[in-house]
T-cell receptor, first 112, second 113 residues
């Protein structure tokens, strides 16, 4: 298994632009999580899905953030419009029911 | 709200020494704990877990100790190696079915050769 696959690995964009981050979870994992990591706040849970259905999006910072999971093998996190304070590393993770997470390698987002 | 915290933000040790990374949790309802290791440029990786019905669990060179009385969790790494240099996170799950952990801020372990 290739693990959780995220793309792109790095993204540099200008303020105001739309950013889309992508994630392919491990096959058979029915939970998918999006996290944001910064030095100031550490790992923050943004949203998670169970069987492709969003369960808790209370961690999504603003309406500029949205996430979708159209099928069991793909999820996106979109920021529109992006702002410099969105700069962070965004991780996707997946898990089978009540077992440990497997994280992807993350997308480092820089908004200038 | 209740949160997971770490006592030491940075721990420096010599290669070959044993390392102990501590974590305090405040939610007495937490029933499952996990330690993660995050190397530079990578996502966190599972190291070891422990459930609240245990007070000790051992893996390869790592041991997790759980003290529910004082709500304290520790990760012990034996014979620390330079490859152990990373940020270590503890995470707690308050139970109730789905596993949605709360992560602490992390401790940076630096191993000097």
């Amino acid at each position: 298994d290739a693990g959780v696959i995220q793309s792109p690995r790095h993204e540099v964009t200008e303020m105001g632009q739309e950013v889309t981050l992508r994630c392919k979870p491990i096959s058979g994992h029915d939970y998918l999580f999006w996290y944001r990591q910064t030095m100031m706040r550490g790992l923050e849970l943004l949203i998670y899905f169970n069987n492709n259905v969003p369960i808790d999006d209370s961690g999504m910072p603003e309406d500029r953030f949205s996430a979708k999971m159209p099928n069991a093998s793909f999820s996106t996190l979109k920021i529109q419009p992006s702002e410099p304070r969105d700069s962070a590393v965004y991780f996707c993770a997946s898990s089978a029911d009540s077992s440990g997470y497997t994280f992807g390698s993350g997308t480092r987002l820089t908004v200038v | 709200g209740e949160s997971v915290g770490l006592h030491l933000p940075t721990l420096s040790v010599q290669e070959g020494d044993n390392s102990i990374i501590n974590c305090a949790y405040s939610n007495s309802a937490s029933d499952y704990f996990i330690w993660y290791k995050q190397e530079s440029g990578k996502g966190p990786q599972f190291i070891i877990d422990i459930r609240s019905n245990m007070d000790k669990r051992q893996g390869q060179r790592v041991t997790v100790l759980l003290n529910k009385t004082v709500k304290h969790l520790s990760l012990q790494i034996a014979a620390t190696q330079p490859g152990d240099s990373a940020v270590y996170f503890c995470a707690e799950n308050i139970g109730g079915g789905s596993y949605i952990p709360t992560f602490g801020r992390g401790t940076s372990l630096i191993v000097h050769p």
